[in-house]
């Protein structure tokens, strides 16, 4: 009896009802995706035209979980899953707030963001750093996206030997540098020396974004990126899997989206298929009353950020195409989650995420094939927990009874 929760980063299914609030009203990842690709578009990442194609995710219940997300009638149809559509009921719509919530932890008091798109962080907050990281000064210090700061400042960069700095609306202090010219391992230093002056402005993450080329040929992002963040104020369910002894294996950014803390191994891949292949191999190592955690980031850093309908609906159809080598790895008793941990509509205005209700799709033998309806995104770590018989954390309700009476 083991527990495999895959996150698909940033595939909302629309219908929160505070979107407003987050200025998403109306957005929706999946459902725009799909319109996109009905409409006969096509690009270099998906040339053929033609509908979304997802049909494992689909016979798990996923358009019924948009439906039901977005208050619309559910049909019907031959299933071979149960699904649900879950709500953020914490005060963010990042990647940390998302998982910490799914692992039992709402986040109601984010941490701090830097709204100004210019000098975003504080001159006191830049001088700290510059000093104690020993630079000759940092560049950016604006909001930016990845791929256009790096066009922007990549060539000063090389030239003067000082980082980028730059942030979002995210809590976040991301620092770009050369993986050669600087080094990847002083990247690293400068961001753990970051992270504890990051401590005491309450910022949520500090990122590394290395990168290489130069400005003849175009710089590029590396898969080193690391992010060091600030750990749950809470228990979530794997402090409370490490408290029985558990075994918790961390796919992708898992490990670091939780500061480290209730795992027991990370394994990491640079791209979804890469951490696919990874993952497969990671569940025949799984103990029984074991968690695998995986976190799929590509949906989100290079499609939704980058607005990139078709490039997402393509990397959504490789990864449903690969679900029969999951399936086929399941064990008697085994229960497998796929969810997702935010919104990132990439047809919508900006390059932040979305705030929208994720899908729950639950594959688990002895189950009926059901839809829960409206669930919180807490009750996700609440039933893991009782599938593998461990106290839950503080929040949550489990729908793994529910399941089971429904066959």
């Known amino acids: 009896m083991r527990a495999i929760l895959v996150i698909l980063d940033s595939f909302g299914i629309g219908g929160a009802p505070d979107a407003a609030a987050f200025g998403d009203e109306g957005a929706n990842t999946l459902g725009h995706i799909s319109g996109v690709c009905a409409n006969g578009a096509t690009s270099a990442k998906r040339p053929v035209a033609g509908p979304l194609h997802l049909p494992y995710m689909a016979d798990l219940g996923l358009f019924q979980a948009m439906a039901c997300a977005n208050g619309q009638p559910v049909a019907t149809s031959n299933m071979f899953g149960c699904w649900a559509a879950a709500t953020e009921k914490g005060a963010g719509k990042d990647t940390p707030s ?216 393509a990397a959504l159809e490789a990864f449903d195409a690969r679900l029969p080598e999951l399936f086929a790895q399941l064990r008697v008793g085994d229960m497998l989650i796929l969810s997702a941990d935010h919104g990132n509509d990439p047809t919508w205005r900006g390059t932040d995420h979305t705030r929208e209700r994720v899908p729950v799709l639950i594959r688990l033998e002895g189950a009926a094939s059901t839809g829960l309806g409206l669930r919180n995104m807490a009750d996700i770590g609440a039933t893991i927990a009782a599938h593998l018989k461990v106290d839950p954390a503080p929040h949550g309700t489990s729908f793994l009874e529910e399941m089971r009476q429904t066959k």
């Open 98 to 313: 998302g998982h910490w919530e799914i692992t039992g932890f709402p986040v109601m008091e984010p941490p701090r963001v830097f709204s100004g798109k210019h000098d975003s962080f504080p001159p006191e907050l830049i001088n700290e750093i510059v000093t104690n990281a020993k630079l000759p000064g940092v560049l950016g210090n604006h909001h930016a996206s990845g791929v256009a700061v790096l066009e922007e400042l990549g060539a000063e960069h090389l030239r003067t030997g000082k980082p980028i700095i730059y942030t979002s609306v995210d809590s976040v202090l991301q620092i770009a540098a050369h993986e050669e010219a600087f080094g990847l391992e002083r990247l690293l230093e400068l961001c753990l020396t970051t992270r504890k002056i990051a401590d005491t402005y309450n910022i949520g993450r500090v990122i590394a974004r290395p990168f290489a080329g130069d400005a003849a040929t175009g710089f590029i992002r590396t898969g080193h990126r690391r992010d060091f963040t600030m750990p749950p104020k809470g228990r979530t369910l794997l402090d409370q899997l490490r408290q029985a002894d558990r075994q918790v294996l961390a796919m992708g950014k898992i490990g670091d989206i939780y500061a480290h803390r209730g795992i027991t191994e990370t394994r990491k891949a640079d791209g979804n298929m890469a951490l696919f292949d990874l993952t497969l191999r990671a569940t025949k190592d799984l103990d029984d009353g074991g968690l695998l955690f995986a976190n799929f980031v590509d949906f989100d850093t290079l499609y939704g950020h980058l607005r990139d309908p078709l490039g997402y609906a």
